[in-house]
């Protein structure tokens, strides 16, 4: 498992495809999986202990740097946060002039309604809207990201706590296995990434960051698609905990009944 900042990984993958691998897998940290910044209080001492921290799309620019994403099929492990994940990086592969319909892996989600919760114990979103949101990433990507994509006769099928599985030859995974157990935690890592998302809101324009938010907002209190709206505030340089507040904001939070 490769784990702490995105240029520490970045290293790591480059490596290894000198070396002669075309398939990388990515397993992003707590915080990242669990939809929290690195410097919110939430994140404590888990910046990137149990994999690779991702804020923004600053973070997945430097994780893929030098890395053709056509070039290469992708693994990741991304827990409930796999939709702004995925949308990260399609981003960054048009930065690259890469095609949506090039790109080419699997995203392995932990459900964060019925499975991963949060260090703190919270679901990271409530069932319903979980499920509604696995629904969306699969539509999503029979259609932006056919590579990734299910067909046409294939669904969302909940199987039981934890579990949602699309059953297909590739793709889209949803299911409650966890990642190996985490690294000794790495307090330089959490500065490393508070610095990077400090500078990030000092250079973006906050102006058009708070309307995306705004607009993904309203998307969430509808029935309509909320990975499209996501996607402009992630272009945006909103943050992954961010986006992900934003749709706590609209659905709630949900603690495991023995913590309430």
């Given at each position: 498992?490769?784990?702490?900042?995105a240029?520490?990984?970045?290293?790591?993958?480059?490596?290894?495809?000198?070396?002669?691998t075309?398939?990388?897998?990515?397993?992003?940290?707590v915080?990242t999986?669990?939809?929290?910044?690195?410097?919110?209080?939430?994140a404590?001492?888990?910046v990137g202990r149990?994999?690779?921290?991702?804020?923004?799309?600053d973070?997945?620019?430097v994780?893929?740097?030098g890395?053709?994403?056509?070039?290469?099929?992708?693994?990741?492990?991304c827990?409930?946060?796999?939709?702004?994940?995925?949308?990260?990086?399609?981003?960054?592969?048009?930065?690259?002039?890469?095609?949506?319909?090039?790109?080419?892996?699997t995203?392995?989600?932990?459900d964060?309604?019925?499975?991963?919760c949060?260090?703190q114990?919270?679901?990271?979103?409530?069932?319903?809207?979980?499920?509604?949101?696995?629904?969306?990433?699969?539509?999503?990507?029979?259609?932006?990201?056919?590579?990734?994509?299910?067909d046409a006769?294939q669904?969302?099928?909940?199987?039981?706590?934890?579990?949602?599985v699309?059953?297909?030859?590739?793709s889209?995974?949803?299911?409650?296995?966890?990642?190996?157990g985490?690294?000794?935690a790495?307090?330089a890592?959490?500065?490393?990434?508070?610095?990077r998302?400090?500078?990030?809101r000092?250079?973006?324009?906050?102006r058009?960051?708070?309307?995306?938010?705004?607009?993904?907002?309203?998307?969430?209190?509808?029935?309509?698609?909320?990975?499209?709206?996501?996607?402009?505030?992630?272009?945006?340089?909103?943050?992954?905990?961010?986006?992900?507040?934003?749709?706590?904001?609209?659905?709630?939070?949900?603690?495991?009944?023995?913590?309430?």
């Amino acid at each position: 498992m490769v784990a702490g900042t995105a240029a520490e990984a970045n290293a790591r993958y480059r490596r290894q495809i000198a070396a002669g691998t075309t398939e990388l897998s990515v397993v992003f940290d707590v915080p990242t999986r669990t939809g929290h910044d690195s410097d919110a209080p939430a994140a404590s001492a888990e910046v990137g202990r149990a994999g690779v921290a991702i804020d923004s799309i600053d973070d997945m620019r430097v994780l893929f740097a030098g890395i053709p994403l056509d070039e290469v099929v992708t693994s990741m492990r991304c827990g409930a946060c796999a939709a702004p994940l995925l949308l990260l990086y399609q981003l960054v592969a048009e930065e690259q002039g890469v095609a949506a319909g090039r790109l080419s892996g699997t995203v392995i989600v932990q459900d964060g309604g019925a499975g991963e919760c949060t260090p703190q114990g919270a679901r990271v979103f409530p069932p319903g809207p979980s499920a509604r949101l696995a629904a969306d990433l699969v539509r999503y990507c029979r259609t932006e990201l056919p590579q990734w994509a299910t067909d046409a006769r294939q669904v969302v099928r909940e199987t039981g706590p934890g579990a949602y599985v699309v059953p297909l030859t590739g793709s889209v995974t949803f299911d409650a296995e966890r990642p190996e157990g985490p690294a000794p935690a790495d307090p330089a890592a959490a500065v490393r990434q508070g610095e990077r998302i400090a500078k990030l809101r000092a250079w973006r324009e906050q102006r058009d960051v708070d309307a995306a938010l705004t607009r993904l907002k309203k998307a969430a209190a509808g029935d309509g698609d909320v990975l499209r709206p996501m996607r402009e505030a992630l272009r945006a340089r909103a943050t992954v905990g961010e986006v992900c507040d934003a749709l706590r904001e609209v659905w709630g939070i949900r603690l495991p009944a023995d913590a309430r």
